[in-house]
């Protein structure tokens, strides 16, 4: 029996240091086309969506953060690798309680087993690819 599809839903956090956002890129093979993300990831049950936000920092990044604030809500359906995805989106705005942080170019993170780094990009470089930024309706929070 084949999986069944679901709406997941995810909080993610937009990081900013001025202009640029925290942002975590990757690559589409099916679409050839890369894509960057902000930081973040799914709501666990019983769990609010700004305590998913705070916890998946930390999670990903091991550092702490503050003033979360929710920005708004975007629903994402979308195809990524040729695999179809629904999210219900809780964008949230917050701040590093390090903030030493805002320093450094780039920032190690995880998710499970996977490691990858966190960089800095400006709304030029989202707009103008080689990653662009997703979902396309954060734009409209930015």
Known sequence: MAKKARIRPISICLLRRGEEILVHESYDSVKERGFA???GGGIDFGETSADAAVREIKEEL?????????LGIVENIFVCDGEPGHEIVFVYDGQFVDESLYGRESLAAVEGKRRFEAVWRSPAALRNGPHYLVPEELWDLL
């Open 37 to 39: 993300r902000p930081l």
């Open 62 to 70: 091991g550092f702490d953060i503050t003033g979360v604030k929710l």
